[in-house]
């Protein structure tokens, strides 16, 4: 039987991937066999550039399954997919934040598809970060082709200890890491002493549930919260 090209393209973009990174596969591997009785069977596909990409010259819809890193959080995270266009125009959009006094941060920033979106808009920062350098190298290469490298920051870092900026922010989630870095994470957020608008994409996680955030909005499965200010937290 022949194989359409297509797919045998896929195929050897996940076999070259699985083979460069064996420790990484083994734990993917592992992990995602545990989740078939709930997930079913993995899709391996892993995708071609879309028409975001496609208009402004770059690449950030190509999935990577397996990034690579040095963290010790690596266990806890997940692979690399590009946010859906519509959701995060959506977010931004409906935020509802002063941008002039917010500082937009992307945890876990990938290839930089939201920072792209999130220039369109005049924040008073805007910063990405991730724990892999090679996301973050395709990163910084899309900004640079965009003029955007001065206006986006972007850095090496974990979720689990990077120093969030003083002020308003505005924080971006997509899904990005199991438990317990999840909570670790959210309780890092609530710790920030200002006002902390998140906008979480979550097919995995569907919402937040925290005593601490408020729904301000939803739409497909994007979600907005607001925290609430310290003496209301419980």
């Known amino acids: ?136 190298h395709t990163c910084g290469k899309n900004l640079r082709h965009l003029g955007l490298d001065k206006r986006c920051e972007i850095s090496l870092g974990d979720a689990a200890n990077f120093p969030f900026p003083a002020g308003e922010l505005m924080l971006f989630l997509y899904n990005p890491f199991d438990s317990p870095l999840f909570e670790t994470v959210l309780g890092r957020i609530r710790g920030i002493n200002a006002p902390v608008t998140i906008a979480y994409l979550g097919p995995e996680r569907e919402s937040l549930v925290c005593p601490w955030l408020s729904e301000i909005g939803r739409f497909g499965s994007a979600r907005l919260y607001r925290s609430l200010s310290p003496g209301l937290q419980c």
Not at 40 to 49: D, M, Q, S, T, Y
Not at 68 to 74: A, G
Not at 97 to 124: M, N, Q, Y
Request: hydrophobic share 40%; aromatic share 8%; net charge positive.
């Open 1 to 136: 039987m022949v194989l359409p090209l297509e797919i045998l393209d896929k195929d050897i973009d996940v076999l070259r991937e699985l083979i460069s990174h064996p420790i990484a596969s083994i734990r993917f591997i592992v992990k995602r066999l545990a989740q078939i009785p709930q997930k079913g069977l993995p899709n391996f596909a892993i995708g071609r550039r879309d028409e975001f990409d496609r208009s402004l010259g770059i690449e950030t819809a190509i999935l990577v399954r397996l990034p690579e890193t040095d963290s010790k959080n690596q266990p806890c995270g997940r692979g690399y997919q590009a946010s859906d266009v519509s959701l995060v125009e959506w977010a931004i959009a409906s935020c509802g934040v002063p941008f002039e006094r917010t500082t937009f941060v992307d945890i876990g920033c990938g290839k930089g598809r939201v920072l792209i979106l999130a220039s369109r808009k005049p924040f008073k920062r805007i910063i990405g970060f991730d724990y892999s350098e090679n996301l973050l």
